[in-house]
């Protein structure tokens, strides 16, 4: 079985390799959300969404017994609009056919997964897909658990067996990897305006100087 290298170029994530899964971002599942502040998990996971159909990265949004869980949250299916979740019975969404001939279809072998909660809807597929064959990175800052010590023993957990943990905004950032890729720079930066938090306002910042004229000082 191939696996992620752990260092060098091909240790970094690219658009063409990558595909997304987001799992169960659902009231249901936010009500039990006490790892971490509830409006920054949808914050996160709606800027990952973002960048995602910035790059064109196939992403898979999954709810869990939709009818009784609750829709997906709205901000999440503002993103695709017109994509229906995969709506599931089973805890695992990795047991799920409909979920994994999806992947499966892709090509893709780099699986990006975040997912609510942790140590349960995140951590199962993760592990179920590492052993059959995937490089399994899971965005710890887009998912949560029902408590700070399970979501942290789940990413321990998910560590040992091989699984990745990074963030939202650096998937954003190894997909991009280039602000001279001027087509995706343009539209990844509203993504990060409005979801990067204090980076996003030191790139605003940024933008700003950078279309300043500078002056020798001469009038001064």
């Keep these: 079985m191939t696996r992620t290298a752990k260092a060098g170029l091909e240790a970094l994530l690219t658009p063409e390799e990558s595909v997304l899964v987001l799992i169960d971002h659902q009231p249901f599942q936010f009500t039990n959300l ?4 509830s409006t920054m998990i949808v914050n996160n996971v709606v800027g990952l ?5 910035v790059f ?6 999954t709810t869990v017994i939709e009818e009784r869980g609750g829709y997906l949250i709205k901000g999440l299916q503002d993103v ?3 994509q229906k979740p995969i709506n599931r019975t089973l ?4 047991q799920d056919r409909h979920v994994v001939d999806v992947v499966e279809n892709t090509g893709r072998k780099k699986l990006i997964i975040a997912g609510l909660w942790t140590e349960v809807c995140v951590a199962m597929p993760a592990l179920q ?3 059959e064959g995937y490089d399994v990175f899971v965005v710890t800052d887009a998912s949560g658990g029902v408590t700070a010590e399970a979501h942290d023993m ?6 040992q067996a091989g699984v990745v943990p990074i963030t939202w905004m650096a998937v954003a950032s190894e997909w991009q990897r280039d602000w001279a890729r001027e087509s995706t720079a343009e539209a990844l930066g509203p993504v990060l305006f409005d979801h990067g938090g204090a ?10 100087l950078l279309a300043t004229p500078t002056t020798d000082g001469a009038g001064a």
Excluded: C, Y
């Design 129 to 131: 897909a590492l052993g």
């Design 80 to 82: 695709f609009p017109d």
């Design 91 to 94: 805890i695992n969404t990795w």
């Design 199 to 208: 980076s996003g306002i030191a790139l605003t910042w940024e933008l700003q």
């Design 154 to 159: 789940a990413v321990r957990r998910m560590v």
């Design 34 to 37: 006490n790892s971490h502040e």
């Design 56 to 61: 064109d990265v196939p992403t898979v949004l």
């Design 49 to 53: 969404a973002k960048a995602a159909k």
